[in-house]
């Protein structure tokens, strides 16, 4: 199925799209509860360096910083979301606390150390239960260190969401689902963590990326869909842009899309050239150039 997209938007994506959830055959039930049993770890170990306060609205960051060294691209990301004004919560893994960057909790208003295992939704998982108790209620926003930026005004998008749970972009690869790396989700207190306590998994955690994504990225929309509004600001078929992320991510900063993968440097480096990505991070005044 090809979904429409209007005059002057980005070939291959839709905007604002509400979340429609993909058949999910039994086979595929069964490969999840085989890879939980198989995968699932004790959530890893916590401290809360810098206290949470109740605030109607928060911002989450999570950074993996191993070698207690507090990155230019780091350093860029957190000034940029302490501008947009929201109360800033950090949750940073490295192997011990005492290896926090020493500068780091003159960034945010709130900081949680976070042991190693357990990549990106581990965090989540933490960040969004404490605030459910501490901040009950709080609208939160979310995002990882996967992504450069952000480069735009996130104010300014996020007052667009009219969702529940709001993807910046999403993608049928695999299932229709949200990606992971930034969200907002509405409304945080213990029932509506308690409705997704199938994702952020209240005791167990994974450290294999591929179940990261089949048991927690790809059913996030899905689960959150059984009780509340979800959707994407923009949504692209796989059988026509298989990650917007990857294959439009000029275009979509040129449409206000605030990050810029880094994986565009790495992994995923086939996709554009590295010229074009290192000429978008000096167009925003990146440090990584």
């Known amino acids: 199925m090809s979904y429409p997209t209007a005059p002057g938007s980005i070939p291959g994506l839709s905007r604002n799209w509400t979340f429609v959830p993909s058949p999910v055959p039994r086979w595929q039930h069964r490969q999840h509860i085989e890879k939980f049993f198989r995968h699932a770890q004790r959530k890893p170990r916590w401290h809360e ?58 960034y945010c208003d709130a900081l949680f150390w976070k042991d190693v295992p357990g990549y990106d939704f581990s965090a989540y998982a933490l960040a969004l239960s404490r605030i459910s108790r501490v901040s009950p209620g709080a609208d939160v926003f979310v995002m990882n260190d996967s992504v ?21 972009t999403a993608s049928s690869q695999v299932t229709n689902h949200i990606q992971s790396y930034a969200f907002l989700l509405k ?8 409705k997704l306590a199938t994702v952020f998994f209240p005791f167990t955690a994974f450290s294999d990326s591929g179940v990261v994504i089949s048991l927690q990225e790809t059913r996030l929309a899905r689960v959150a869909a059984r009780s509340m509004d979800v959707g994407a600001f923009w949504f692209g078929d796989a059988r026509d842009v298989v990650d917007p992320t990857l294959v439009r991510p000029i275009e979509l900063l040129d449409a206000g899309f605030p990050f810029l993968k880094r994986s565009l440097l790495g992994k995923h480096r086939s996709f554009i050239e590295r010229d074009r990505v290192l000429a978008q991070l000096e167009r925003h005044g990146h440090p990584l150039v």
Do not use: N
Request: glycine content about 8%.
């Open 148 to 168: 450069y930026g952000p480069f735009a005004d996130l104010r300014e998008l996020l007052a667009q969401s009219s969702w529940d749970l709001t993807g910046f």
């Open 187 to 194: 409304g945080v207190d213990r029932m509506r963590m308690a």
């Open 49 to 106: 360096i810098k206290p949470l306060a109740p605030r109607d609205r928060w911002a989450v960051y999570f950074m993996y910083c191993p070698d207690g060294v507090l990155s230019g691209v780091h350093e860029f990301t957190l000034s940029r979301l302490r501008d947009i004004g929201m109360p800033l919560l950090v949750v940073c893994a490295s192997p011990s606390p005492e290896l926090l960057p020493a500068r780091l909790a003159g």
